[in-house]
């Protein structure tokens, strides 16, 4: 039998020199690749296939806060500093992140994250959330080494 224990309030998620707190109930981070790691065409009289590397490294992030916590706060500063620098015509400072799962060793690093979208803006009977995502340039993963097959 294989056990597996979880628990968000340990994952490890920093960006920009600080550690993000304050996630919304569900999905905190999720990371999504751009476009597929290769493609395929069947060879024109079926003889063959040919499959192609895909060289886009761009991923989405996807960060969900609940507003009015330190983390989103952070962010915000964050996604302001970015585009104020973009605005006056120089270089965007990217960010370095790093998402570590210590239960599994499973760990997502980045040196350039750059923000994609601000969140919307609501206001509601419950308290509102912040979806924030941003651009991660060449994303490197170790894929849960702590994790034995057995």
């Given at each position: 039998?294989?056990?597996?224990?979880?628990?968000?309030?340990?994952?490890?998620?920093?960006l920009?020199?600080?550690?993000?707190?304050?996630?919304?109930?569900?999905?905190?981070?999720?990371?999504?690749?751009?476009?597929?790691?290769?493609?395929?065409?069947?060879?024109?009289?079926?003889?063959?296939n040919?499959?192609?590397?895909?060289?886009?490294?761009?991923?989405?992030?996807?960060i969900?806060?609940?507003?009015?916590?330190?983390?989103?706060?952070?962010?915000?500063?964050?996604?302001?500093?970015?585009?104020?620098?973009?605005?006056?015509?120089?270089?965007?400072?990217?960010?370095?992140?790093?998402?570590?799962?210590?239960?599994?060793?499973?760990?997502?690093?980045?040196?350039?994250?750059?923000?994609?979208?601000?969140?919307?803006?609501?206001?509601?009977?419950?308290?509102?959330?912040?979806?924030?995502?941003?651009?991660?340039?060449?994303?490197?993963?170790?894929?849960?080494?702590?994790?034995?097959?057995?």
């Open positions: 039998m294989i056990n597996i224990f979880w628990g968000l309030a340990a994952v490890q998620f920093n920009g020199g600080f550690r993000v707190e304050g996630f919304a109930d569900g999905d905190a981070v999720t990371i999504v690749p751009e476009a597929d790691s290769t493609t395929a065409r069947p060879g024109g009289d079926g003889s063959h040919v499959f192609s590397r895909m060289n886009n490294r761009l991923h989405t992030m996807t969900n806060l609940d507003r009015g916590t330190k983390g989103y706060k952070q962010l915000m500063d964050a996604f302001d500093a970015q585009i104020e620098e973009f605005d006056d015509g120089t270089s965007i400072s990217a960010l370095e992140m790093s998402i570590l799962n210590p239960f599994t060793g499973e760990k997502v690093t980045d040196a350039q994250v750059v923000f994609r979208r601000l969140p919307d803006s609501n206001w509601a009977t419950e308290a509102p959330q912040a979806t924030i995502t941003a651009w991660l340039s060449d994303p490197q993963r170790t894929n849960a080494p702590n994790v034995s097959i057995t």
